[in-house]
């Protein structure tokens, strides 16, 4: 699909003194130097990447901070879900030592949402936090991970239980980058836009139906409109409740059993937004028999996850049935070991800390299977 240009769409997130710019268009890569020059951001610096974001785009990054007078240095991971661990957490802290990067320094977060997690967990803690900037290479984290302040690392008990909340600077979504992306990811990252429908938007799941066949092919204007709408939809949410005390929990909607997938198949088999599709699948049947979701919004919803070309079934034996469960309770959404699920009404309203009966959530496991 070609790429055109499109005028840059701004949505603010509202924090007070820590507000901050999401930026979305073509062309925004280049404009990186001159965009941290603005925010004041001293000469020192940290280009965060993976190995695959890292040969794309790497090159680009440093070169456009360079031409706006910053002194970069670039911090290389290998890519991979399975790769958001302390071990590389530490590598970072180590080799921006030896660069001697100082307190008023900062990073940049340049790739997908393991790469935007573990370089914002970086900058939070080391010296005790520095300034960062995202720059979101796929749609999964343009929509979702690089907004909102959540930062995290995996440990093999479960995902994101190490992690802090620290807001980035500035958000930079090129829409170039997606091009790059390949077909299974951007699907992936459609799973989220889903999701922004089922909780918050109804007349956004309606365009959603409409216009997947276009969304799939990496149309960028359809693109783009999604995109922000998504955003508004998190900033408005991370406004109200930066730090998940109440509201901000109905952004878990179909996490709880999607981020379990995850632990169980050790972050190889299923990449995020693959793993809340089912998630958000079983999530729906829950809603309909524990708030009265109708069948006819589920039905929907199975058919919008299948036309983005999403999985919605998963063979639950009984053995990974228990696994499930087990990884289940370790969720950081379990609150006096009792897990509370984000469940729907209706279409564009969803209600949070809702308790789900042992026997019902066996029977859904159970049901993923057709």
Same mark, same amino acid.
């Given at each position: 699909m070609p790429v055109y240009a499109v005028a840059v769409r701004i949505v603010k997130v509202p924090l007070g003194k820590r507000s901050y710019e999401i930026k979305i268009g073509t062309g925004l890569l280049a404009r990186l130097g001159g965009e941290c020059r603005k925010l004041g951001l001293s000469s020192q610096c940290a280009v965060i990447t993976d190995s695959r974001v890292g040969r794309l785009?790497? &090159?680009?990054?440093? =070169?456009?901070l360079k031409a706006a007078g910053?002194?970069?240095?670039?911090?290389t991971f290998p890519a991979g879900e399975q790769q958001k661990n302390l071990t590389n957490v530490e590598s970072c802290y180590t080799q921006l030592a030896k660069h001697r990067l100082e307190r008023k320094s900062f990073v940049v977060a340049l790739g997908g949402g393991v790469v935007g997690d573990l370089a914002g967990f970086v900058a939070a803690t080391?010296? $005790?936090g520095l300034p960062f900037? #995202?720059?979101p290479t796929t749609l999964l984290a343009q929509v979702d991970s690089s907004v909102g302040g959540k930062v995290g690392v995996n440990l093999q008990a479960g995902? =994101?239980?190490?992690?802090?909340?620290h807001q980035p600077r500035l958000v930079l979504c090129d829409l170039d980058a997606l091009q790059t992306l390949p077909a299974r990811e951007l699907r992936a990252g459609l799973a989220e836009v889903i999701k922004y429908g089922i909780i918050w938007d109804a007349r956004l799941f309606g365009r959603l139906e409409r216009q997947m066949a276009r969304l799939v092919t990496n149309d960028t204007a359809a693109l783009?409109?999604?995109i922000a709408r998504s955003c508004e939809i998190k900033a408005e949410v991370v406004g109200k409740d930066e730090t998940e005390?109440?509201? $901000?929990?109905?952004? =878990?909607?179909?996490?709880?059993?999607?981020?379990?997938?995850?632990?169980?198949?050790?972050? @190889?088999?299923? /990449?995020? @937004?693959? &793993?809340?599709?089912i998630g958000q699948v079983a999530a729906a049947r829950l809603s309909r028999e524990l708030l009265g979701l109708p069948s006819q919004h589920v039905e929907r919803t199975i058919q919008l996850f299948q036309t983005a070309g999403l999985p919605t079934r998963l063979a639950v034996t009984p053995g /990974? #049935?228990?696994? /499930?469960? =087990?990884?289940?309770? /370790?969720?950081k959404k379990v609150s006096l070991g009792a897990l509370k699920f984000v469940l729907a009404r209706r279409l564009g309203a969803v209600e949070f800390g809702c308790d789900v009966p042992d026997a019902l959530l066996k029977r859904t496991l159970s049901q993923l299977n057709t």
């Open positions: 785009y790497g &090159a680009a990054a440093v =070169n456009s910053f002194e970069p240095v670039r911090l080391y010296l $005790r900037v #995202q720059v995902k =994101n239980l190490v992690g802090a909340f783009a409109a999604v005390g109440g509201l $901000r929990a109905v952004l =878990n909607f179909g996490h709880t059993v999607g981020h379990a997938i995850e632990a169980v198949s050790h972050y @190889g088999r299923f /990449l995020h @937004g693959e &793993a809340i599709s /990974l #049935q228990r696994r /499930l469960l =087990n990884a289940m309770k /370790l969720d």
